[in-house]
C-alpha cells in the first residue's frame, strides 16, 4: 500500500473508532429519560450508568501504555474495538440499572483501548506538518457522530426504545474492526517489557476518582449529611497525593510527571481539561431543559441539540488548518474565548420561553468555539511531546479530557439540583414533570431553570481560565512545535523517569 494512501487509511480506521465513540455517547444522554422510566433507575443510578463507562475508560487510558508495551498499539486498538462492540450487544440485554452499570464498566474498558491509542497512531501515520489537519478530521468526525447521535439516539429511542442506543453500535463495531484489520493488520515487533505495570498507581488513581464521583453525586441527588459522602471525599483526599507521590518513584510510571515541564504540554493538558468541564455541560444539561423542562421527545430534543455539533463539525478542520500554519495558540484561545461567550448567552437567555432561534445560536457559538480549540490544542500537545513520548502523550491527554468530563457531569448535577426541590428531581430527569401538579410544577421548573443559570455561569467561568492558560502556554512558528530528529522535546527528567520513558520509547517505536 502506498505511503500517501496509507496514511488516509490509518485515519479513516481511527475516525470510525472516533465515530462510534461520539455516537455512544450522545445516543445515551438522549436516552437517559426513557432508561430512567423502563429501568426504573433513581437520578444516581442514570448518572454513574453515565459515569460508570468514563471512569473505567479513564483508569484504562493510564494502562494503555503498558498494555501497549505488552500487546503492541494497533492489536490493542482492534481488542478495544471488539470489546466495545461485544459490550453494546450485551448492554441491550440489560435488566436493571446496577447491571447495566456493570455492562458499562466493560465497556469503558474497551472503549479505552480504542481512545488511548487512536491520536499516536495518526501521529505516527502523518508528518508533523500535516498532524493539524488529520486531527482536525477526527475531530469533525466526532462532530458527525454528536450530530448524528442525539437525533439517531432521539429516534431509537422513541420508536424501539433505549436497548437499541446500545444495538445500532454493533454493525458499526464490525465494520470498524473488519476494516482496521485489513489496514493496521496484527503484526508487530515487540520488546519484552521491562517493568511492571504500575498497580499502585493505577488503584491511587481508581480510589481517588471514584471517592470524588461517589461524593458529588450521591450529594447531590441524596443528602450531603452522609457516611457514603465522608468516605469518598476521605478517598480522594488522601489517594490523590498518594498517586502523585507513586508517580514520581515508580520506575515505570503511568505519567511521567516531568512531561508537564514543557508548558507547551502542560498547559496545552490543562486548558484541555477545563474545556472539556466546560463545554461537556453545555450538551448533558440542555437535553434535560428540552425533555424534562419543555416536555419535548427524544428525537425533538436530539434535533434541537444539533447546532452544537455542526459548529464543531464546520470549524475542526478550520482549527486544523490554521495550527498547521501558524500555530496552535491563538486558534485555541479563541475557540475558548467562543465557547464562553456562547455558555455565558445560554447563561443569560435560557428561560422556559425563550424563542428556540436564540438557544440555537449560542450552541453553534459554542460549537464553533470547541472546533477551533481541539484539534489545535491536540496538535500543540502530540508535537510538545516529541516522538519519544508520542504514545504517552495519548495517553495523558485522554486522561485529561476524560477527567474534565467526568467532573463536568458530575458538578453540574450539583448546581442543578441544589435549586431543585428534591421531590420534583427525578420527575424533572426522568421526562415526567407533566405529572407534577399547581405550584409545585412551577417552583420546581424555575429552580431548575435557575440552576440553569448558575451552571452555566460557573461553566463560563471555567472557559475564561481556560482562555489564559491557553495562552500563556506562548507560540512557536509553524512547524515549530515539534522536536529535531533524535532530540526531545521535553525537558530533562530524573533518573526514574528516564527509566520510564525508554519503555515508551519501546511502545512508540516499534510500530510506525
Same mark, same amino acid.
Given at each position: 500500500?502506498?505511503?500517501?494512501?496509507?496514511?488516509?487509511?490509518?485515519?479513516?480506521?481511527?475516525?470510525?473508532?472516533?465515530?462510534?465513540?461520539?455516537?455512544?455517547?450522545?445516543?445515551?444522554?438522549?436516552?437517559?429519560?426513557?432508561?430512567?422510566?423502563?429501568?426504573?433507575?433513581?437520578?444516581?443510578?442514570?448518572?454513574?450508568?453515565m459515569m460508570a463507562y468514563m471512569v473505567a475508560q479513564t483508569v484504562m487510558v493510564l494502562m494503555a501504555g503498558s498494555l501497549a508495551d505488552r500487546m503492541g498499539r494497533r492489536r490493542l486498538y482492534l481488542f478495544g474495538m471488539l470489546l466495545f462492540t461485544i459490550l453494546s450487544l450485551v448492554s441491550g440485554f440489560a435488566t436493571t440499572a446496577p447491571i447495566l452499570i456493570v455492562l458499562r464498566v466493560f465497556q469503558g474498558i474497551g472503549g479505552a483501548m480504542v481512545m488511548a491509542n487512536s491520536t499516536a497512531i495518526v501521529a505516527d501515520a502523518f508528518p508533523h506538518q500535516e498532524l493539524g489537519r488529520a486531527l482536525g478530521i477526527n475531530v469533525m468526525v466526532v462532530a458527525v457522530g454528536q450530530i448524528m447521535g442525539p437525533v439517531l439516539g432521539g429516534w431509537l429511542t422513541t420508536a424501539y426504545g433505549w436497548p437499541w442506543t446500545f444495538w445500532f453500535n454493533v454493525p458499526f463495531g464490525i465494520v470498524a474492526v473488519g476494516w482496521g484489520l485489513w489496514?493496521?493488520?496484527?503484526?508487530?515487533?515487540?520488546?519484552?517489557?521491562?517493568?511492571?505495570?504500575?498497580?499502585?498507581?493505577?488503584?491511587?488513581?481508581?480510589?481517588?476518582?471514584?471517592?470524588?464521583?461517589?461524593? %458529588?453525586?450521591?450529594?447531590?441527588?441524596?443528602?450531603?449529611?452522609?457516611?457514603?459522602?465522608?468516605?469518598?471525599?476521605?478517598?480522594?483526599?488522601?489517594?490523590?497525593?498518594?498517586?502523585?507521590?507513586?508517580?514520581?518513584?515508580?520506575?515505570?510510571?503511568?505519567?511521567?510527571? *516531568?512531561?508537564?515541564?514543557?508548558? %507547551?504540554?502542560?498547559?496545552?493538558?490543562? #486548558?484541555?481539561?477545563?474545556?472539556?468541564?466546560?463545554?461537556?455541560?453545555?450538551?448533558?444539561?440542555?437535553?434535560?431543559?428540552?425533555?424534562?423542562?419543555?416536555?419535548?421527545?427524544?428525537?425533538?430534543?436530539?434535533?434541537?441539540?444539533?447546532?452544537?455539533?455542526?459548529?464543531?463539525?464546520?470549524? #475542526?478542520?478550520?482549527? *486544523?488548518?490554521?495550527?498547521?500554519?501558524?500555530?496552535?495558540?491563538?486558534?485555541?484561545?479563541?475557540?475558548?474565548?467562543?465557547?464562553?461567550?456562547?455558555?455565558? *448567552? %445560554?447563561?443569560?437567555?435560557?428561560?422556559?420561553?425563550?424563542?428556540?432561534?436564540?438557544?440555537?445560536?449560542?450552541?453553534?457559538?459554542?460549537?464553533?468555539? #470547541?472546533?477551533?480549540?481541539?484539534?489545535?490544542?491536540?496538535? #500543540?500537545?502530540?508535537?510538545?511531546?516529541?516522538?519519544?513520548?508520542?504514545?504517552?502523550?495519548? *495517553?495523558?491527554?485522554?486522561?485529561?479530557?476524560?477527567?474534565?468530563?467526568?467532573?463536568?457531569?458530575?458538578?453540574?448535577?450539583?448546581?442543578?439540583?441544589?435549586?431543585?426541590?428534591?421531590?420534583?428531581?427525578?420527575?424533572?430527569?426522568?421526562?415526567?414533570?407533566?405529572?407534577?401538579?399547581?405550584?409545585?410544577?412551577?417552583?420546581?421548573?424555575?429552580?431548575?431553570?435557575?440552576?440553569?443559570?448558575?451552571?452555566?455561569?460557573?461553566?463560563?467561568?471555567?472557559?475564561?481560565?481556560?482562555?489564559?492558560?491557553?495562552?500563556?502556554?506562548?507560540?512557536?512558528?509553524?512547524?515549530?512545535?515539534?522536536?529535531?530528529?533524535?532530540?526531545?522535546?521535553?525537558?530533562?527528567?530524573?533518573?526514574?523517569?528516564?527509566?520510564?520513558?525508554?519503555?515508551?520509547?519501546?511502545?512508540?517505536?516499534?510500530?510506525?
Amino acid at each position: 500500500m502506498a505511503r500517501g494512501f496509507h496514511k488516509w487509511s490509518v485515519l479513516s480506521v481511527t475516525s470510525l473508532g472516533a465515530l462510534l465513540s461520539a455516537l455512544n455517547f450522545s445516543t445515551l444522554i438522549i436516552a437517559l429519560p426513557d432508561l430512567i422510566r423502563s429501568l426504573h433507575a433513581s437520578l444516581l443510578q442514570a448518572m454513574w450508568i453515565m459515569m460508570a463507562y468514563m471512569v473505567a475508560q479513564t483508569v484504562m487510558v493510564l494502562m494503555a501504555g503498558s498494555l501497549a508495551d505488552r500487546m503492541g498499539r494497533r492489536r490493542l486498538y482492534l481488542f478495544g474495538m471488539l470489546l466495545f462492540t461485544i459490550l453494546s450487544l450485551v448492554s441491550g440485554f440489560a435488566t436493571t440499572a446496577p447491571i447495566l452499570i456493570v455492562l458499562r464498566v466493560f465497556q469503558g474498558i474497551g472503549g479505552a483501548m480504542v481512545m488511548a491509542n487512536s491520536t499516536a497512531i495518526v501521529a505516527d501515520a502523518f508528518p508533523h506538518q500535516e498532524l493539524g489537519r488529520a486531527l482536525g478530521i477526527n475531530v469533525m468526525v466526532v462532530a458527525v457522530g454528536q450530530i448524528m447521535g442525539p437525533v439517531l439516539g432521539g429516534w431509537l429511542t422513541t420508536a424501539y426504545g433505549w436497548p437499541w442506543t446500545f444495538w445500532f453500535n454493533v454493525p458499526f463495531g464490525i465494520v470498524a474492526v473488519g476494516w482496521g484489520l485489513w489496514v493496521l493488520g496484527l503484526k508487530t515487533t515487540l520488546n519484552k517489557p521491562t517493568h511492571r505495570m504500575d498497580f499502585s498507581g493505577i488503584f491511587a488513581y481508581l480510589f481517588a476518582i471514584t471517592g470524588f464521583l461517589i461524593a %458529588l453525586t450521591w450529594g447531590a441527588v441524596q443528602t450531603w449529611n452522609a457516611q457514603v459522602v465522608y468516605l469518598g471525599a476521605a478517598a480522594f483526599f488522601v489517594a490523590l497525593p498518594i498517586f502523585f507521590w507513586v508517580e514520581t518513584r515508580s520506575e515505570a510510571p503511568l505519567i511521567h510527571l *516531568g512531561l508537564f515541564r514543557n508548558r %507547551l504540554f502542560g498547559l496545552g493538558n490543562l #486548558s484541555a481539561t477545563l474545556n472539556a468541564i466546560a463545554r461537556m455541560s453545555i450538551l448533558f444539561l440542555l437535553i434535560f431543559y428540552f425533555q424534562g423542562a419543555k416536555g419535548d421527545t427524544a428525537l425533538t430534543a436530539g434535533i434541537l441539540s444539533t447546532p452544537l455539533a455542526i459548529g464543531m463539525l464546520v470549524f #475542526s478542520p478550520v482549527g *486544523g488548518w490554521i495550527a498547521d500554519r501558524w500555530g496552535a495558540t491563538i486558534p485555541a484561545t479563541v475557540g475558548i474565548l467562543l465557547s464562553m461567550v456562547g455558555l455565558i *448567552g %445560554l447563561a443569560i437567555d435560557t428561560h422556559l420561553y425563550t424563542p428556540y432561534w436564540r438557544l440555537a445560536l449560542w450552541m453553534a457559538i459554542a460549537g464553533v468555539g #470547541s472546533g477551533l480549540f481541539n484539534s489545535p490544542n491536540t496538535s #500543540s500537545i502530540m508535537n510538545a511531546a516529541g516522538l519519544r513520548h508520542r504514545g504517552e502523550a495519548s *495517553g495523558v491527554r485522554s486522561l485529561t479530557t476524560n477527567t474534565g468530563m467526568l467532573i463536568s457531569i458530575a458538578f453540574s448535577l450539583v448546581l442543578v439540583t441544589s435549586n431543585i426541590p428534591r421531590h420534583a428531581m427525578l420527575a424533572i430527569f426522568a421526562g415526567t414533570v407533566e405529572g407534577i401538579h399547581g405550584a409545585k410544577q412551577v417552583e420546581s421548573l424555575q429552580g431548575f431553570i435557575r440552576g440553569l443559570h448558575v451552571a452555566f455561569w460557573t461553566m463560563s467561568g471555567i472557559s475564561l481560565i481556560a482562555a489564559i492558560l491557553s495562552a500563556l502556554r506562548g507560540s512557536r512558528p509553524a512547524g515549530g512545535e515539534t522536536e529535531p530528529a533524535g532530540s526531545s522535546a521535553i525537558e530533562p527528567m530524573n533518573g526514574d523517569q528516564v527509566r520510564g520513558a525508554r519503555s515508551t520509547h519501546r511502545e512508540t517505536g516499534t510500530e510506525k
